[in-house]
Structure formats: structure tokens, C-alpha cells
């Protein structure tokens, strides 16, 4: 007997990047059937989806939720009401911290897989100070060294390598994140901002399986283009495998900057929020980041793609049914639907474009539980 059965459903096969009429069926924190039809009479709860997309639950791939910080959100808040059912907290923790966030997560109901900032002192308070103002505090063997202490290791390093943040130290906090990096065997996720750190010596930095967020960003003088087109050092970096994130946040994105580059065949890896407490009004959340991409032109499937299976093949997650609904699989599923819709959208520099259609939450599960909308307000 399967606990809930979720029937009339569009699966979103994330691997394949395809939609087909199926049935899921989960048992407790599993997913334990997929048919195209699955009896009723076999599930202990029924939730007739009426033709909504069941996607896998959605992965945001920079976003900042601890907390504790004044920059973080609370995961278990904005988590469920957007499908989102992983987040990856793109380095609110440096070394000192990370004991701290860790017990925060241990607490949470979402998933959160954190990545360890190069500054001991995380993103503290970006309104402040920039983290990598005071060079001491990218410390390779202070960090390395907190890390060979815990038993949970980061999923990644961040480095805000940009003049905002660390003035002209960035290019030594980047080579500290490439360090930190190497020795902890695990990938390295740079923010591109305004210079310095310049883009290419960014780019040089990076291999295979790291990562550039915010790689539409607002900054255009430091962005991807060349006189219009996909500069030539970008191709090869993604040659050569390095992925590129979207990372909207509250100045990554630049609308211009992503039609230019989209029409040049230069699509982003992964669609992620970088969803924090001064970016919330104007990003809202990981769906209507999404929904933005289906207003520049990527199809249903294309969209999904990125904020599923995509960030989740980027840390090696699909054998652990993140990412992917399989027999087996976590039990994290987000009921999606299409609406249609007359928004306007800002990026980040205040230029507007028009949306027809945009995606809705109707359900989140996680580990095979109903958490939006909750029981009472009459989900199964």
C-alpha cells in the first residue's frame, strides 16, 4: 500500500527533458511507483493533480538561507511556498560560522546543502562591509582546517570575487577560493561582479565542474559580452566545462545581457534565485525566476530543465532521486502549473519586459510529506 498516490499528473522526466502523462505513486520518504496508471485503490491518500506538471522538487543553486545572518532567509518559509525543495546556500558560512549553520540545518525541514565562503566570516553583513575587505579573512588554512573538524563538509566554495565586495583584493581571494577549492576536492562557485576581479582571470580560474553565477549580471562592463556577442574566452570555458548560473539576485541580472547572449546560443546551465533578505521583493522566488525565462523564449521543458536535473547533476545528487523522480528516489516533488498571465518584469537595472504565461505552485512535497499547502488548508 502506497501512503499518497498522485494521479493526473504531467511528469517531468528531467533527465530526458520530457513531459508524459504518468502517475507517482510515494511511500513514506520514497518515491515507489511510476506507471502511467497506478490503481487508487493502492494508495492510502489520492491527489488528483488535474493535469499539473509533477516535476522533481526544485533546486535553487545560489541562494542564502541562513538565517541567523541578516542577509539569510528561513528555508522552511520560502522553501515550501515555491516548490523548492533544496537549496544551496551559496557561501552565507566561512569557517567561523559554519558550526552554527550547521545546527541551523540540522533543524530544518528543507534541504539545504551549503557551500563554505573563502572569508572565515561568510557574508556577515554585506550592507556593512564586503566580506573580503580585510584579505586576513580569506585564510586557506584556517578554512581547510575547520573543514577537516566537521563531519560535514561543504558541497562547494564561494568567493564573491568582485570590487564590491573585496576591493582590490579580489584577485587574492579568488586564488585563496581556487585553493580552498583543490584541497577540499569539491567544485568552486565565483560571483561575477564589477572589477576586479577581472572576467577573464576569473574564467582562467575555473575547471571543469566549477561555476559562474550571476552570469547574466547587471554589471556590463564586466559581463559576458564582447561588442554584443558571447565573448571567446566564455565559449571555451564552457568547452571545457565550467557551467554557468543565472544567480538573479538583487543586481545579477541584466535582461539585455541575457537576450543578447540567448540569441548568440549561449544558454545558462542553471536557473538559481540568489534569494536573500535585500533581494526578496524583487526576485519573489525560484518559480517566477523561471517564469522570466519562459518570457525570453525557453520552452517548458528547457525551463524546467535548469532548476531540476541540471543543478542536481552539478553536485553529483541524481544517485540520492534529487533532481529526478525515480522508483527510489527522495520523495521531493513540486506540482506546477502554467497560468496565464499580463506581468511586467524588472531586471535589475529597471528595464521592463512582458510575460504571457508564468508558473504556479499548486503542491511542494517533501521527503513524501504534503507541506504546500499544508493538511489543514485541505491538501491530502
Known sequence: MHDLLISNGLLFDSSAGELRRTDVALTGASVTGIHPHIDPATAAHVLDVNGAIVAPGLVDLHAHVFSGQDLGLDADDVGPRSGTTTFVDAGSAGAHLWDAFQFEIAHKKTRILPFVN???????????????????????????????????LPYGVKVRASGDVGGPHSDVALAAGRAIADRLGVPLMVHLGPAPSERDAILAALRPGDVLTHCFTSYVENGLLDNGRVAA?????????????????????DVETAEAAMKDGFLPDTISSDLHTYSRDHVVDLPTVMSRFLALGLQVPEVLRRATWAPANALDLQHQGIGVLQVGGAADIAVL??????DRFADTRGRTYTVTRRFAVDHTIR??????????EGAA
Open 337 to 342: 502549473r502554467l497560468v496565464e498571465a499580463a
Open 233 to 253: 574566452t566564455v565559449w571555451q570555458a564552457r568547452e571545457r566545462g565550467v557551467l554557468f548560473d543565472v544567480g538573479h539576485g538583487a543586481a545579477g541580472f
Open 118 to 152: 573563502v572569508a572565515t566570516i561568510g557574508t556577515t553583513s554585506i550592507r556593512l562591509h564586503g566580506e573580503l575587505s580585510t584579505p586576513a579573512y580569506a585564510n586557506v588554512e584556517a578554512c581547510v582546517a575547520a573543514m577537516s573538524e566537521t563531519s560535514h
Open 367 to 376: 521527503a513524501g510529506r504534503v507541506v504546500h499547502p499544508c493538511p489543514e
